[in-house]
């Protein structure tokens, strides 16, 4: 489990790509969040090749690699200020809507 405490706002809507490469967040203020996803746990033999010996025997590297699988791809400021109500990725991935409370649809590329 990784806690992401990078918000400042309430999270209203989450949504991974069908690829399950990205996730995003809608919050209750202006901004959209996308995050990459790590897919690939480290064991101790990445771990030997990537840190050295000393680093298998090191109980917070391990753990700290093991479990950090979000990493921050980006944000996007919204033009509308009101609350996110809901965010989805379409099929293919490569566009993401924004519902905010209210009429207001936005689209990304």
Known sequence: MQIIS?????ICSI?????????????ADPELRFYTIKHDLVDERSLLK?????????????V???????????????Q????????RFNK???????KVAGKIVEILR
């Open 50 to 62: 990537l840190n050295g010996p000393e680093a298998v025997g090191s109980e917070n590297s391990f």
């Open 15 to 27: 949504d991974i790509n069908l690829e399950e490469r990205y996730l995003a967040t809608g919050l």
């Open 92 to 98: 293919s991935g490569n566009l993401s809507a924004c």
């Open 80 to 87: 509308s200020k009101d609350r996110v109500a809901t965010v």
């Open 64 to 78: 700290q690699n093991k479990w950090e699988f979000l990493t921050l791809f980006g944000e996007i400021q919204r």
């Open 6 to 10: 990078a918000h400042h706002t309430e």
